[in-house]
């Protein structure tokens, strides 16, 4: 596509649930990044992706977090009993390679309650 | 660890000045470094990327530049407009196939 899709652009849900957000990165963009940014903060980083392997992981705050991608192309982040401090918007990035620069898409706004 | 800083916070200044916004980082081993707009309620926009080779970049009245050695990058607006006013975030590239860091960013009003 001609840009980052992110899909729903918001969503309620209550305490306890399970959601799962979607990203559709730009055609052909190998390298995929989910980011959190929570009221006020900055941009906390969650996994990277290159292809369909996850070779950082190191920012998913909780084993509630679960993030899969599948034929290079669309990636799930899973967020699993939802908490309210999980409230925040979840960023998707894509990118040719690391150092041509990353196109966000507009993120989901997830409103735990 | 990269650490990427953006002081002030927050700027405020009247239409059609000249300004400066400024980021700085800890590694001077920065791969890259990308400067993003936000508006409220927005996803990011990139104005500029500086790829490892490059010093600076422009794109109309934004100019970029990059001093590795001093750990620092600055992102020049000119002749400022209320149009301009939004969130500027400076994130850099440790590698080429590691993340962006970003710094929690600049929000900007320009005043009619």
């Known amino acids: 596509g001609a840009g980052v899709s992110q899909s729903p652009s918001n969503k309620v849900t209550e305490k306890g649930k399970d959601v799962e957000l979607r990203c559709d990165p730009i055609s052909g963009h190998t390298a995929l990044y989910w980011y959190r940014q929570s009221l006020g903060q900055g941009l906390e980083f969650l996994i990277y992706?290159?292809?369909?392997?996850?070779?950082?992981k190191s920012g998913l705050p909780s084993d509630r977090f679960s993030a899969e991608r599948t034929g290079g192309s669309v990636s799930t982040l899973t967020i699993q009993r939802t908490q309210q401090e999980d409230s925040a918007v979840y960023l998707c990035?894509?990118?040719?390679?690391?150092?041509?620069?990353?196109?966000f898409g507009s993120g989901t706004r997830l409103t735990v309650v | 660890k990269q650490e990427v800083t953006q002081i002030p916070a927050a700027l405020s200044v009247p239409e059609g000045e000249n300004l400066v916004l400024n980021c700085s980082f800890t590694d001077s081993a920065i791969y890259n470094l990308q400067w993003f707009r936000q508006d409220p309620g927005k996803g990011l926009t990139s104005l500029l990327l500086?790829?490892?080779?490059?010093r600076e970049q422009t794109s109309g009245r934004l100019n970029a530049s990059l001093d590795k050695s001093s750990g620092r990058s600055t992102l020049y607006i000119a002749a400022s407009q209320p149009g301009d006013s939004a969130t500027y975030l400076c994130a850099g590239l440790a590698g080429a196939n590691s993340k962006l860091t970003f710094g929690k960013g600049i929000t900007l009003s320009v005043r009619p």
């Open positions: 990035a894509s990118s040719l390679a690391g150092d041509r620069g990353y196109t």
């Open positions: 500086i790829q490892s080779s490059q």
């Open positions: 992706f290159q292809g369909n392997s996850a070779p950082d």
